[in-house]
């Protein structure tokens, strides 16, 4: 199963790199029957640019509702668990780098947590570009489970 992802390309001087949206993302309990098990749930994005030197991406489950066309940094008021789920260094070019999230994906399917979707945000680095599911081509982010 391939979830295409949202948003993503906000400088991380607002600590908010990128999201997946819930919308377009898993609605685990209508998609996966009850007491599934997740063997893998991999997150992979496209890097366009990445920061130099590299910064690590961390994901971040969401713990409040929100939607794509109304979420600003102000009134998202840091709604994400600060645990991470997952991470990768950002140090490639045109290629696709990847995360392991089935814990969360598990987490969502048991009904755990809602699935408000995941925050990526790299700390005090300058910015990372990623491509987005607006790209017309190729590079989608994806949730493969």
């Known amino acids: 199963m391939l979830i295409p992802g949202s948003l993503l390309r906000i ?9 997946l949206a819930p919308t377009t993302s898993l609605n685990a309990q209508d998609e996966i029957p009850e007491g599934s ?32 066309m109304g979420v600003t940094w102000n009134n998202f008021g840091g709604a994400y668990d600060g645990v991470v789920e997952g991470s990768f260094l950002a140090d490639t070019l045109g290629e ?23 925050l990526l945000e ?8 990623l491509r987005s599911r607006e790209e017309l081509e190729y ?5 493969e489970i």
Request: net charge negative; hydrophobic share 45%.
């Open 11 to 19: 400088p991380a001087t607002l600590a908010l790199a990128a999201v």
């Open 37 to 68: 098990t997740i063997d893998s749930a991999t997150f992979s994005v496209f890097m366009l640019y990445p920061q130099v030197p590299p910064a690590t991406i961390n994901a971040h489950r969401i713990t409040a509702a929100w939607t794509e």
């Open 96 to 118: 696709y780098e990847a995360m392991d999230l089935t814990a969360l994906v598990q987490d969502w399917v048991d009904g755990t947590y809602p699935n408000y979707g995941i």
């Open 139 to 143: 590079g989608w982010p994806v949730l």
């Open 122 to 129: 790299q700390g005090e680095a300058e910015f990372t570009q």
